[in-house]
């Protein structure tokens, strides 16, 4: 299994998607740090969706100024930063999920596919995608009196889930594991 194709292609895949978060987790941190000494250098960018509750609200789109929706330099401070706070906390999460996954996708290559490192990946990936439901489930809008959207983000809670399972399915193959070699 060391060599095979797929194993290879996902973690390349892996490697990069993680490689993409740190870009633009950075471009994000940058972006924020422009915003707050001049931002009306924002007035064109504008939140795709707003302060909707759910894991996708990291969406700018350029418009032209004076466009319908939230443009980035009428942004408050407060409004900005819980944004930004938001966002990294979710950005984290997915980029140690990715680190965690890179790992599993090692230890398989390597031949140490039902190790204990892999059953605690898995536990701690169903963690993370637990906070990742959580802190996706509200969000709250600074610019409209502090509303408070809610959602359900059934995506993170059934990656959670698929987690916990492979969890187990790890957990069982090690039993299995340890049972051949003990009768040899």
């Known amino acids: 299994m060391s060599d ?19 870009l633009l987790y950075l471009l994000l941190v940058v972006m924020v740090i422009h915003w707050h ?9 504008y939140l795709v969706n707003g302060f909707d509750a759910g894991l996708s609200n990291f969406k700018v789109k350029l ?13 408050s401070a407060k409004s900005m930063y819980w944004w930004f706070f938001r ?15 890179m790992g599993i996708i090692r230890s398989i290559r390597s031949l140490k596919t039902f190790y204990d490192q892999n059953i605690r990946s898995f536990q701690s990936m169903a963690a993370l995608g637990l906070w ?22 059934f995506g993170a809670l059934l990656f959670s889930a698929g987690c916990l399972v492979l969890k187990m399915v790890f957990s069982e193959g090690k039993k299995l594991f ?6 040899i």
């Open 132 to 153: 990742m439901a959580l802190i996706g489930s509200f969000n709250i809008n600074f610019e409209q009196s502090n509303m408070v959207n809610l959602s359900i983000p």
């Open 4 to 22: 095979h194709k797929g194993m290879k292609w996902a973690h390349w895949l892996t490697r990069v998607a993680f490689g993409a978060g740190l």
């Open 63 to 75: 418009k032209p100024p004076g466009s319908e929706g939230l443009a980035l330099s009428d942004l």
């Open 87 to 101: 966002s990294s906390l979710l950005f984290f999460m997915s980029l140690l999920i990715l680190w965690k996954w």
């Open 178 to 183: 340890e049972d051949s070699k003990a009768i």
């Open 37 to 45: 000494i001049n931002p009306e250098a924002y007035q064109t960018w």
